[in-house]
């Protein structure tokens, strides 16, 4: 770890804005994926309702005159308001619950450093778990969010800046969505389907994946620019 990586990287307004933007363009990008993912082992509307829901963020976002001026907190709290009441399913309340809760965890905080950005991370997950009372290894977007929080603290444990913490989120969320291809699903839709939920990936694991991608992808990118 050099230097200058060790001083990289706080989340300000804009970047939480990007991220939304960001994760929008990939979960639209992936919306015929995801909703395939679900016609295989739901109801076949994952990548609808998210991209529904993730428009209607983006669009509550715009509203804001200059987003660089509202706290990231705030922003993350908007896009989870906007996502609980324009996505239908399962998945709308569970992230608009952990956008929210991320932003109350932040706070009014301007400059989100690697560890309030990993406490916000956690509360993300406390409230997805609160909710949906799913936990790891059964097969829901817990197997994604789970193991990139874990990932992340201790990235951050071991030193590392935000964006090495997020990058290594990101990829263990990608992991945890490829390890739910074995599993047999216990909560959510996926669970009527017993053994034949055995094979498939879940979806809301791997819309997980995307989002935390997306912040991966979105806190790189300003890092680079700001060294560069
Ligand atoms: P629905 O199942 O109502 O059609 P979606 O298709 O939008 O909603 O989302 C399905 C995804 O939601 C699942 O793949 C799973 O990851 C997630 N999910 C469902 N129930 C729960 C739960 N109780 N806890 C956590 N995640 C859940
Ligand atoms: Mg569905």
């Known amino acids: 770890m050099n230097a200058s990586s060790m001083n990289a990287g706080s989340m300000k307004a804009g970047d939480a804005v990007s991220w939304i933007r960001h ?12 909703t395939r993912l679900d016609a295989a082992i739901g109801d076949g509307d994952h990548g609808l309702n ?9 669009e509550a976002l715009s509203g804001e005159a200059s987003p660089g ?7 993350l709290i908007a896009a989870g308001r906007a996502i609980v009441s324009k996505t239908g399913g399962a998945s709308g309340p569970l992230y608009g619950t952990a956008l929210r809760r991320a932003g109350k965890a932040l706070g009014d905080t301007a400059d989100v ?17 609160d909710l949906g009372k799913a ?10 969010l789970a193991p990139a929080v874990a990932a992340y603290e201790a990235a951050l444990a071991d030193g590392a800046d935000l964006p090495g913490c997020v990058s290594v989120a990101a990829g263990a969320a990608a992991e945890g969505a490829d390890a739910t291809v074995p599993m047999q ?3 959510g839709r996926a669970s009527y389907l017993g053994a034949r939920s055995i094979g498939h990936m879940d979806p809301g694991a791997s819309s997980t994946a995307l989002i935390l991608r997306a912040l991966s992808d979105v806190v790189a990118a300003d890092a680079a620019s ?3």
Not at 50 to 57: I, M, V
Not at 69 to 75: E, I, L, Q, T, W
Not at 135 to 144: L, P, R, S, W
């Open 185 to 187: 699903a216990r909560k």
């Open 226 to 228: 700001g060294e560069g």
């Open 69 to 75: 001026d509202v706290p990231p907190g705030k922003v």
């Open 50 to 58: 998210l991209d529904r829901g993730f428009r209607a963020a983006t």
């Open 23 to 34: 994760a929008a363009e990939l979960v639209a990008a992936d919306a015929d994926r995801l």
């Open 135 to 144: 936990a790891e290894g059964d097969k829901t977007m817990i197997d994604a």
């Open 113 to 129: 450093d690697a560890a309030a950005l990993g406490a916000a991370l956690r509360a993300a997950l406390e409230g997805v778990q």
